[in-house]
């Protein structure tokens, strides 16, 4: 496939002092003064400004992207620093969309930015796309990418996705609308999400810090290609990229004719389920909080407190008395034998929602004394020993 048309009209003009800053740009031929002011025209929407959202907006605000816009509602917290580039230990507590605001200003006063700190969800999507060209997705969670997905598809836009998962990356552009009939959208190679608890997340397998700019890059590589008209995008092409193995693999994608159509936004949480109908059955009722435990701890009850993370995290952290048996383990059935019968058993993992699915893993195998700690070791440290690291 070559070259789609160029997705935006040039500016006007550029001037003597745009000139002087991408001037490595125009003796490009292919991108040239024309490539630039058709950059300088773009809208372009970033969808998070953490691992992959952050090299994405330093490098389209360093190319000359004259609009930017960042959709983060969070804040900046210490152990994003180890990838997210666009912030600094004094942005800490700070909201992501205006620290990273503050480093574009920085790399580019030319570049508008305008920020949307509300939470993405269906009822601002639309209105927030439509004030753009093209929308890099850099989002952690099937939820959102569903939603950015299918929000792109009912305005016409394109859109570049990125995922990342520990020394693994992927990259791929959605465009239903392209032209010549090349028009295909994630749900063509992702028909439904994941079962909730199957793919973990970055926070709880963890990332690669460098590799967010390996991928991150190759996206806004693919905006400038589209924007501009050059190159060969990667419509209908997915990249995966291996950085243990340094190899770089291409997957093609098609049009699957038994893809719905899409023609409204939709509950994604829901269609996405974060945790499983059965955790959360699990959970309800059966769940306490922090200072519950420690007055468990504090009465000498007896009773059995299990660690469901993986044995990596028992290093990082862990509750003094726990014994750990990570959750596949008990999903499997494999560990039940050495769970005790007689005594009331407490599940917890990072943030509670592995050890919600183990716990419904228990009822179902008649430990009907088994509960599980609400916000896991994270609550934990933060209620009851602030002296433990977080992770």
């Known amino acids: 496939m070559s070259a789609l048309p160029p997705l ?50 330093l490098y389209l605000a360093a190319a000359g992207v004259g609009t930017l816009g960042i959709v983060d509602f969070d804040v900046v917290d210490e152990s994003n620093l180890q990838r997210q580039v666009i912030h600094g230990q004094s942005d800490v507590g700070k909201l992501k969309a205006a620290s990273a605001q503050e480093s574009i200003a920085d790399i580019n006063p030319l570049v508008k930015v305008h920020l949307h700190t509300d939470r993405l969800d269906s009822s601002n999507a639309l209105e927030i796309f439509e004030q753009y060209d093209l929308i890099v997705d850099g989002t952690d969670n099937f939820a959102t990418r569903y939603l950015v997905n299918d929000a792109a598809v009912l305005l016409g836009k394109p859109y570049v996705w990125g995922s990342i998962f520990r020394f693994e990356g992927q990259v791929s552009v959605f465009w239903e609308d392209a032209p010549n009939g090349k028009g295909l959208n994630y749900r063509d190679l992702y028909p439904e999400p ?81 945790v499983s109908d059965e955790a959360a059955q699990a959970a309800s009722g059966s769940t306490i909080t922090p200072a519950e435990l420690k007055a468990k701890f504090d009465s000498g009850e007896n009773f059995a407190l299990i660690d469901v993370r993986e044995p990596h995290e028992y290093e990082i952290v862990n509750i003094k008395g726990a014994t750990l048996i990570p959750k ?64």
């Open 8 to 57: 935006v009209e040039p500016a006007a003009e550029l001037t003597k002092e745009e000139v002087a800053r991408y001037s490595r740009h125009l003796i490009i031929p292919d991108v040239g003064v024309n490539g630039q002011k058709r950059l300088k025209n773009a809208k372009v929407l970033v969808i998070g400004a953490g691992g992959l959202g952050s090299p994405a907006l």
């Open 194 to 274: 994941p079962p909730p608890g199957m793919v973990p997340s970055c926070a709880e397998g963890g990332v690669l810090g460098v590799l967010c700019a390996s991928i991150g890059s190759i996206m806004v590589t693919e905006a400038i290609k589209l924007i501009t008209g050059i190159g060969e995008p990667l419509l209908g092409r997915l990249i995966s990229y291996d950085a243990l193995d340094m190899k770089y693999r291409e997957v093609k994608i098609r049009k699957d004719p038994d893809t719905p159509k899409i023609t409204e936004l939709i509950d994604y949480e829901a269609f996405c389920g974060v």
């Open 328 to 391: 596949d383990r008990i999903l499997s059935g494999e560990a039940l034998a050495e769970l005790p019968q007689d005594k009331p058993i407490v599940l917890h993992c990072k943030s509670g929602a592995r050890s919600a699915e183990a716990l419904a893993a228990l009822h179902a195998a008649g430990f009907k004394d088994a509960t599980h700690l609400g916000g896991g070791v994270l609550a934990w440290a933060k209620q009851i020993d602030p002296s433990l690291p977080t992770y």
